[in-house]
């Protein structure tokens, strides 16, 4: 059929160059300088109207073949949005909250880590904001934590692929390095949109990881007729946004006294307890005397410029029956720790044909590559360049620390070791000669087959796989001071997942105006990852680093499979566009369960009812919908859960095998399918032509029998255990309201206020726990843990409190310092409230765009906080350096404190305090920032068609430019060392960096 | 022509899902890298090994507390808090979190393994001997501890284990000895090499039985003296180690992986700051006795110098030596090889405790025979770290003659304890363990500002804190019992 129509603007006025295009990808023309089309499609049809600076937007094919749209600077009406599986909807047929967001933005105020972009952008999804580098991962957390201990990260599908977003390594309070999780390597270049499903619903078709909801990427594709170039170019320079704000005062020394001599500086090297800096000339622990003075901010002579270079260039085109779109992404990152940084190429090829009358077939191909060079050590780590520099002398300038020869080494070629700990190391000698890269090639391939029986009935078959492999190398040279000989890891790892889905669908709308879309089918998960590692000590020749040149060396070998096998059917019943029932169901198996409950079924319903389409609604209602749904999910846990395994402890000794129990958490092979459930109900509200939009979402999540992998106590051999009736609890607000208060000839301003409340509470952790630790912040001074604890929301701060008498004084032990008191929760280590408010302002051919991102309702245990107050460092510890310090409270016979702590001993008071108490090491979390900025000059329609280009926009944009409110010192609130739920510790991380860029597009 | 379409598209799904729903599920979730059953010699050397102590464990736990607390070493670094009875939880956890992890955990899994396989009944008696040597380390230096129900997560469910008290321990881990040693049968088969500690010998590992027993009765003289004397004399008729050849001493390497290396070697190859302490070398010196050149070393051409405990770096400058640690008498590095075997038992040990059992009256051969066979077994026994270390018999018989065994029972006694203090380096938990037992030698302790006791040698470590999260109403309990969770609490037998 032949469908024709008008296109204009709000104004009314015809646009020219819209691309119209049948969606299937088949045909497609542009738009006529009056905005007029002629298009031939198939009936069922999507057509597409697409042009840059307006909403894309989707409408069935209309059945008398007129169409006029009226396209807006993003506010759309009527929509088709992806759901599940990929399937196509009305966005109006919806029972749940599912949120769209153009791609676009994110390719100019870039993140390395797109997933780190859609901070502030959604109700209720938080992103948590991780302190770990250029090349680390994401956490992303939408309605909070539905499980004690299992992932609460989404499911990322990709042009209906689920793909992998493993976490490969995390640092822990003992430090290490975050090396990085699968959705970082997704470029913003071809992705058209974004879809965030919040709820448990997707997962009657993607299975029991969409259980935490489903981010659905939508890559581009190209459009029959259209060859297109397009140009993106983006250049951003990076600097730390919080600076420590440590004392300047007092210099280095542990007992007030300077250091008299070199070995004496050495080893009090990060104590700042001496006297007050007078500039006299004073011994360091090179032995060289240099005046006792504010030597500079080793902090801010230690981080460079960063600088990330992105370019992109994209290729569409088509005939009548196959398009394609093939971009190519060049990303060039130099990190702030100087000789650190990530490069990363991606390609994609887009491909969508018509082989035969009834069949189409669509390829999706991504091959990435991408190099990682000297990834930080975090937290309390050896090698961790950021501790290193955090607790250097205020008297020891920062270059004292090159050395003889400039790089950190001495002049035999070790390690210039500046302090007394060989754990912690000089910094030049970490970013001059320890190395680690990594090296991943990843390619994820999707291709799908749709047959079409005849008008109302079709089948598909869908198959992709997501693969990588990671070469990793770890070198730490001869002359480290921890590790003399030296020592090398070197790893290979591949993962792979591959989906395969099939299913038969039928859908019709009867004239009567009842309409139904059924679809039934099957799908499988394999997934796999494999792990061969050698690692050893001690090189042989010098200057050789490779694996083969070391006396000791050890394997290690791993392989993790699992595979779960579902059926599944949805089923959507509508009547006209007014009332649409939404039901799906899923019985699957899982591979890691015992063989007699491996398997599950989980049911989902909902309802739509789109009131606006009742006759006597008020004009000024554009739209209105209720819609309100229920849904199950199931879920299981890690491979090999079931079995005491045995196997044997790194290479043997003196040529015999050692022995031992291969699991650290007690297996247990009564484990069963987890089960959770929400319920979900809200308004979709637009008045005054989409002007004013109000959308709100009510929820109450309720996961049953949450699988809870428990620390116990080492005494019992193990350390963790499964708690197989885990009950967690997540009852939740959000609200999204849009407005466009400006909208005049050459005005247009849009603001967007989105928040949401979350209350998290685990109700039961099994029948003999109440509570059950996550992680702690060290095994070393000062501790605090995270708990789920029942009554508390999931991962609560605990530690030792004060001890206080009745009235509240803390009471003061006699040795003058604060005794400690209780082990309590301390607080929620994630923010229960989230939001961010975004403003976009047109004015002619500029465009400015800004968003402030808030959160609250979160504390943090800042070990950097901590230790600088051990070491004298925090102005903390400034009171009393010259007359001598009591501790404000009673003694625990209720007098007031009046033990003096010596000017003498005041390492004394402030190293006791940190080993005994936590209480004041504990920060609000709350923030507001400057998420993002960017100004945009597009270029007029008459200079284009002169230099015979289609279109060229330049910005300026930034990101996390402003850090506007915050209560906790030194550091970035959002500063975590991992993403894993153990949220609500902070420790000497890549500090979180402020980027200003510039974006330059065209299309051709 | 549609319907049969349908037909084959259902179909297809039918036979490639439904009928597959749980297909090979059991072979997908198997570990390729891990067995279902091993052979229970392989968990015994692991046990062995991991209990002869690892660099945390054996450097952290070991010479940065105790060996410091008894003055075989000092150091003027922060680090090593017990030299100034400073509390530093991460060394001091150190033994207390990688034993129950490795040598508790490998060796109950051994054990329930052994109990279906009577065969190997030499087996299970060395890992029963082996369970007391690493339990009664852990209770002498932290107290009260979970004992019973310890390492029992997966064979009985027990997530949170009891602190037994250390009464109960010491009498359990006193008749476990004696079943064990009971039970050892030189006509049955044995571990042979997998037993790193006496390559199978049946006798020898009888015997070490015996001592065990015997050093954890005269454990009890301050406690419970008659449970001392039934107990030693069940050892002395058991037949303790006679000379250098039972001595307990496990073979380490010097890799691949860190735990294959001796732990005291390794800990101090990174942290080379620890110093003979000046207490130490001074009685050396004032006995002119030949193990002080075994166990020091000192730059050529220089004096002996021993460090004294309590001193920092700003303090160190009023010293002999001052702020130049080489200047310090070190330990021998021909002791500190990586592949240096770890002291379980000296056979020197059993021999002293033997000399007083007879001086308590509970035996009746000569304590003077015992005391000469304990200087012989000691001073023999450095050889086996290297060749020159090994004292010449007339060099002992020289030092026997100028340091004899008094006659006096109430001098020899404390003579005894100074003899065994010497004769213990580098095997402090013990040392640390005999002078709370006996107060000798006489220390005097350092006051260091700050330090954790009031100036008073500690008694004992704090528990690590952890357990106060994952294990609270047990350790709650366990302090109500025991007394404050400080360094100044003393355990059960030390009251």
């Not at chain 1, 997962?203 to 397009?230: C, D, H, M, P, Q």
Request: hydrophobic letters at 40%.
């Amino acid at each position: 059929m032949t469908v024709s129509g008008t296109v204009t603007d709000e104004t009314g006025e015809g646009l020219i160059g819209v691309n119209v295009f049948e969606e299937s990808g088949l045909k497609g023309t542009t738009t006529d300088a009056t905005g007029n089309f002629n298009l031939e499609v198939s009936a069922n049809a999507i057509i597409v109207f697409s042009m840059i600076g307006f909403e894309t937007l989707k409408f069935p094919a209309p059945p008398y073949g007129r169409l006029n749209v009226m396209m807006i600077e993003g506010v759309q009406l009527k929509e088709i949005v992806v759901t599940a599986l990929g399937v196509e909807r009305d966005a109006a047929s919806l029972s749940y909250s599912v949120t769209k967001i153009s791609a676009q933005p994110l390719t100019v105020s870039r993140e390395n880590n797109i997933a780190n972009g859609l901070s502030g952008q959604v109700a209720g999804v938080n992103v948590a904001g991780l302190a770990t580098g250029p090349a680390g991962s994401s956490r992303i957390v939408i309605r909070g934590h539905h499980s004690i201990s299992r992932d609460n990260q989404p499911l990322y599908v990709v042009d209906g692929l689920p793909i992998d977003n493993t976490n490969l390594g995390n640092a822990n309070t003992n430090g290490g390095q975050d090396w990085g999780d699968g959705i970082s390597s997704i470029s913003p270049d071809d992705i058209e949109s974004i879809q965030i499903l919040k709820g448990a619903n997707a997962a009657a078709l993607y299975g029991s990881r969409a259980a935490n909801g489903v981010i659905l990427i939508t890559s581009k594709k190209g459009a029959a007729g259209i060859f297109g170039v397009e140009i993106n170019s983006n250049l951003t320079l990076e600097e730390p946004l919080v600076l420590h704000d440590w004392q300047r005062a007092y210099g280095q020394g542990w007992v007030a006294f300077k250091p008299a001599s070199a070995d004496d500086a050495y080893s009090s090297n990060w104590f700042h307890y001496g006297p007050k800096l007078d500039g006299e000339p004073t011994i360091q622990f090179d032995g060289i005397e240099r005046p006792y003075e504010d030597a500079g901010d080793a902090f801010k002579q230690f981080y460079e410029t960063g600088r990330t270079l992105t370019n992109s260039l994209a290729l569409t085109g088509g005939a009548e029956k196959i398009n394609f779109r093939f971009g190519f992404t060049n990303l060039e990152n130099k990190a702030i720790i100087p000789n650190s940084g990530l490069d990363r190429r991606s390609l994609t090829l887009s491909l969508n044909a018509q082989p035969a009358k009834r069949l189409t077939a669509s390829f999706n191909i991504r091959y990435i590559n991408q190099e990682v060079k000297n990834r930080s050590q975090l937290a309390a780590s050896p090698l961790n360049p950021n501790y290193s520099v955090g607790i250097l002398p205020i008297n020891t300038p920062y270059n004292a620390l090159k050395g003889p020869n400039g790089d950190g080494s001495t002049t035999e070629g070790n390690e210039f070791s500046f302090v007394g700990n060989p754990y912690i190391n000089n910094p030049f000698w970490i970013i001059n000669h320890v190395r680690n890269k990594d090296d991943k090639n990843r390619f994820i391939g999707v291709g799908e087959l749709k047959y079409d029986l005849n008008g109302w009935l079709y089948a598909l078959l869908r198959v992709g796989r997501d693969q990588y492999t990671i070469r990793r190398t770890e070198i730490t040279p001869i002359g480290t001071s921890f590790l003399p000989g030296g020592g090398m890891n070197e790893a290979n790892i591949k993962n792979t997942e591959t989906n395969t889905d099939a299913w038969i669908g039928s859908k019709h709308i009867f004239e009567n105006g009842f309409g139904y879309d059924i679809m039934i089918g099957g799908s499988r998960r394999d997934a796999a990852f494999e792990l061969l590692s050698i690692s050893g000590q001690n090189f042989l020749i010098p200057d050789l680093n490779s694996i083969t040149n070391l006396s000791n060396v050890t394997n290690n070998y791993g392989l993790w499979k699992r595979r779960s096998n579902a059926v599944f059917s949805t089923a959507q019943f509508s009547w006209k566009s007014l009332l649409y029932l939404n039901l799906t169901g899923r019985q699957e198996w899982f591979s890691t369960l015992p063989k007699d409950d491996n398997t599950l079924f989980y049911p989902s319903a909902g309802l739509s009812f789109v009131f606006s389409e009742l006759d006597k609604m008020p004009n000024w209602l554009s739209f209105g919908k209720w819609r309100f749904s229920y849904a199950q999910v199931s879920g299981d846990v890690d491979p090999y859960s079931l079995a005491l395994n045995y196997n044997l402890r790194a290479s043997g000794h003196l040529g015999l095998p050692l022995g031992q129990v291969a699991n650290t958490t007690v297996p247990d092979e009564a484990l069963h399918p987890a089960l959770a459930s929400e319920l979900e109900t809200g308004f979709d509200l637009r008045f005054l032509n989409g002007r004013v939009g109000l959308d709100l979402s009510l929820y109450r999540q309720h996961t049953r029998k949450d699988l809870v992998v428990s620390a116990i106590s080492n005494t019992s051999g193990f350390d963790a255990r499964f708690v197989k009736d885990g009950e967690v609890k997540n009852l939740g607000i959000e609200v999204n309201l849009h407005l466009v208060p400006i909208k005049k000839e050459n005005w247009l301003w849009e603001t967007n206020l989105n928040f949401a409340k979350n209350d998290n509470e685990v109700i039961n952790l099994g029948a003999d726990a109440t509570t059950i630790e996550l992680a702690r912040s060290s095994n070393d001074v000062p501790v605090a843990f995270i708990h789920n604890e029942v009554g508390q929301p999931a991962s609560v701060i605990k530690g030792f409190e004060y001890k206080r008498d009745d009235a509240g004084n803390i009471i003061i032990g006699a040795d003058g310092v604060p005794l400690q008191g209780d082990l309590v929760v301390l607080g929620n280590g994630v923010h229960d409230f989230t939001g961010g408010w975004s403003n976009t302002l047109h004015w002619k051919n500029f465009s400015f765009n800004f968003l402030l991102d808030f959160k609250t309702g979160a504390k943090v245990f800042s070990g950097s906080n901590a230790f600088a107050t051990l070491t004298g460092r925090h102005k903390m510890t400034l009171p009393g350096r010259e007359e001598g310090y009591i501790s404000p409270g009673v003694t625990e016979s209720g007098e007031p404190n009046e033990v003096l702590i010596d000017p003498l001993f005041l390492i004394t008071y402030w190293s006791i305090l940190p080993g005994r108490i936590a209480e004041p090491f504990v920060y609000d979390a709350s923030y507001i920032k400057l998420r993002q900025a960017s100004l945009t000059w597009r270029m007029p329609t008459n200079w284009l068609e002169n230099i015979k280009l289609k279109d060229i926009e330049i910005s300026l944009t930034g990101r996390n430019l402003l850090l506007l409110f915050s209560n906790i010192p030194n550091v970035d609130p959002e500063s975590a060392f991992q993403n894993g739920n153990a949220q609500g510790l902070e420790m000497f991380s890549v500090p979180p960096v402020r980027t200003f860029g510039f974006n330059l597009r065209a299309r051709i | 022509m549609h319907s049969i379409h349908i037909k084959y598209i259902l179909s297809f799904i039918i036979i490639f899902f439904i009928a597959a729903c749980d297909k090979d599920f059991e072979s997908i979730n198997t570990n390729p890298a891990s067995a279902n059953d091993i052979p229970p010699e392989f968990l015994f050397t692991n046990a062995l090994l991991s209990g002869a102590l690892n660099s945390n464990q054996a450097g952290g736990a070991t010479l940065s507390y105790a060996a410091c607390f008894i003055q075989h070493l000092a150091s003027t670094k922060f680090n090593w808090q017990g030299d100034k009875y400073y509390n530093d939880p991460f060394h001091g956890n150190a033994l207390f979190n990688d034993a129950y992890r490795n040598e508790v955990k490998t060796l109950t899994e051994l054990l329930r393994m052994l109990d279906e396989m009577p065969e190997k009944q030499n087996l299970q008696a060395m890992a029963r001997i082996w369970r007391t040597v690493v339990f009664h380390r852990l209770t002498d230096f932290y107290g009260d501890l979970p004992y019973s129900e310890a390492g029992l997560a997966f064979a009985e469910k027990i997530y949170e284990p009891i602190y037994d008290t250390q009464q109960n321990i010491y009498e359990d881990m006193l008749q476990e000895l004696e079943a064990a040693c009971a039970a050892l049968d030189g006509s049955k088969s044995t571990p042979a090499q997998a037993d790193i500690l006496y390559n199978g010998d049946v006798e020898k590992w009888r015997k070490f039985g015996y001592s065990m027993m015997l050093r954890l009765a005269m454990r009890l003289t301050k406690v419970d003296i008659d449970m001392a004397a039934i107990w030693s004399k069940k050892a002395l008729t058991g037949g303790i180690m006679t000379d250098d050849n039972y001595s307990a001493l496990v073979s380490r390497a010097t890799g691949p992986a860190d735990i294959n290396k001796n732990g005291i070697s390794h800990f101090l190859s990174i942290e080379d700051q620890g110093r003979i302490c000046k207490t130490f070398v001074d009685w050396l010196q004032n006995h002119n006795d030949p193990r002080l050149d075994v166990y020091a070393w000192q730059k050529l051409g220089n004096d002996w110098l021993g460090l004294p405990n309590g001193i920092d770096d700003l303090h160190i400058i009023e010293f002999v030596g001052g702020n130049d640690l080489d200047s310090f008498t070190r330990i021998n590095p021909l002791l500190l090889n990586l592949d240096a075997p770890s002291i379980i038992m000296s056979a020197a040990e059993p021999q002293l405790l033997a000399a007083e059992a007879a001086l308590r009256g509970w035996s009746q051969e000569d304590p003077t025979v015992h005391y000469e066979s304990a200087i012989r077994a000691s001073m023999k026994m450095w050889g086996r770290f290297d060749g020159s270390l090994s004292i010449g018999d007339q060099a002992i018989d020289e030092y026997l003659i100028n340091n004899p065994l008094p006659a006096n029972s109430d001098n020899a006694i404390p003579f005894i304890q100074e003899q065994y203090w010497a004769a213990t380096f580098l095997n402090e938990l013990e040392t640390y363990a005999n002078w709370r037992r006996t107060g000798y030698p006489e220390l005097i302790p350092v006051n260091f500002p700050g330090n954790a006791t009031g100036g008073t040698i500690p008694r004992r470590l704090r528990y690590p804190q952890v357990e106060y999260s994952v294990n609270n109403a047990n350790i709650n309990a366990a302090i109500q019992r025991q007394g404050p969770d400080e360094m100044t609490t003393r355990v059960w037998w030390d009251q």
